[in-house]
């Protein structure tokens, strides 16, 4: 039996505000992007550092959560897999967009933060999309697994 393992885990900042919109059957979903750094030490012995990007997709109550609290700036915790999209663009060329679909996340900033964040402190609870769904909502919220390329409003 083979087994496989797909989970990303980054601190970063936040690089622009969180955009929350809808799919056509009407699950929220959010996508926005965060920054996290790399630093070392070049064989010159001069300090270089390098940032990365990495674009995120939160979905249902958590896509509602992160973009009600969360802005541009806000230093974050996220937890999820990545995941791969393609599709063909009106010219005809096919792309690929590789990303984080969230499934945890944390504000890390503190309150009153330079960031202006959530206002949370660090004991703040993961927010967790399953487990934050509304008693009695279950039967009327999509799952991930049921949600297609096609369903992504962007």
């Known amino acids: 039996m083979a087994y496989s393992l797909n989970r990303a885990q980054i601190i970063g900042n ?11 059957s009407g699950t ?28 995120i997709v939160a979905w249902g109550k958590l896509a509602e959560i992160v973009t009600q609290y969360t802005k541009k700036g806000s230093k974050v915790y996220v937890d999820g897999r990545m995941q791969t999209r393609d599709w063909t663009g009106d010219d005809g060329v096919k792309r690929y967009r590789t990303e984080i679909v969230a499934e945890n996340l944390i504000i890390l900033d503190s309150r009153g933060g330079a960031s202006g964040g959530a206002g949370f402190d660090r004991s703040q609870q993961p927010i967790r999309e399953k487990e934050d769904i509304i008693e009695g909502t279950e039967d009327k919220v999509k799952s991930a697994d049921e949600i297609t390329v096609d369903d992504l409003p962007f």
């Open 14 to 24: 936040m690089t622009r505000d969180p955009e929350l919109r809808k799919t056509p």
């Open 28 to 55: 929220s979903v959010a996508g926005f992007s965060i920054a996290t750094n790399h630093a070392w030490t070049d064989a010159n012995g001069q300090k270089q550092e390098k940032a990365e990007f990495h674009n």
